[in-house]
């Protein structure tokens, strides 16, 4: 060991540092490291290393499968509707197929023109949400139906269950674990999945007090 020169009473010393310890002290079948931090003896050698244990290794806890369950099924709640208001089919159940396109005093829109404007809304927000190549209808003309007045009974039943099965499809993707919520969507400007949900709920939602509103003006909401 060429760092170590002298010895004597009990020291060793390592001229190189010029730093000292007591090597009588010392199990002779251990390493001793100098007092300054990395000499370059490095150590001074009384034998054999002493058998190092491995270290522990901390166990990482598993991921959950689904971290975001409880604001899925929040979220979910809050697009099916049902607990500040009435539920979206509550509000066109007997709506009255003569009354269906005719406006009331004060109010801007026909039931019409309600469903019909939050059926588009939400297929577009629901494909913006999906399909990148998917292209929106020009704002706002292309929101809304061009006649207040339903074209026949087949278009609102048609545009009911439609509103109903773009519903379902978006809760579906707000409840698959591998959808990430807080991500941004690729194809938009920073928009993410449950910020798009949270607007589907609110928008309905408004709309949904708009038909409840018009019904009553129209004397056509059941009070009971």
């Not at 959950?64 to 409880?70: E, G, S, T, V």
Request: hydrophobic share 35%; with cysteine.
């Amino acid at each position: 060991m060429p760092a170590e020169t002298r010895e004597g009473n009990g020291w060793r010393i390592c001229q190189r540092r010029n730093c000292a310890y007591n090597y009588s002290k010392v199990n002779a079948r251990r390493r001793r490291i100098c007092d300054e931090v990395f000499c370059s003896a490095n150590s001074f050698d009384f034998g054999e290393d002493p058998v190092k244990k491995s270290p522990t290794k901390k166990k990482t806890p598993a991921k959950a499968a689904n971290p975001d369950k409880a604001l899925r099924e929040h979220v979910e709640y809050l697009l099916k509707g049902g607990g500040a208001h009435v539920h979206f089919e509550d509000a066109l159940s007997g709506f009255p197929k003569s009354k269906r396109g005719v406006f009331a005093k004060g109010l801007p829109h026909t039931g019409w023109q309600l469903l019909e404007h939050t059926r588009i809304a939400q297929w577009d927000i629901l494909e913006f949400c999906r399909n990148p190549k998917h292209v929106s209808p020009d704002f706002p003309g292309g929101y809304w139906p061009k006649t207040p007045l339903p074209p026949s009974d087949d278009a609102w039943e048609k545009s009911w269950k439609s509103f109903q099965s773009d519903l379902k499809q978006m809760i579906a993707v707000v409840k698959n674990p591998k959808m990430d919520l807080y991500a941004k969507i690729p194809h938009g400007d920073g928009q993410t999945i449950l910020r798009e949900a949270l607007l589907l709920a609110d928008h309905n939602a408004y709309h949904l007090g708009q038909i409840v509103d018009l019904r009553r003006a129209l004397g056509a909401w059941p009070e009971e």
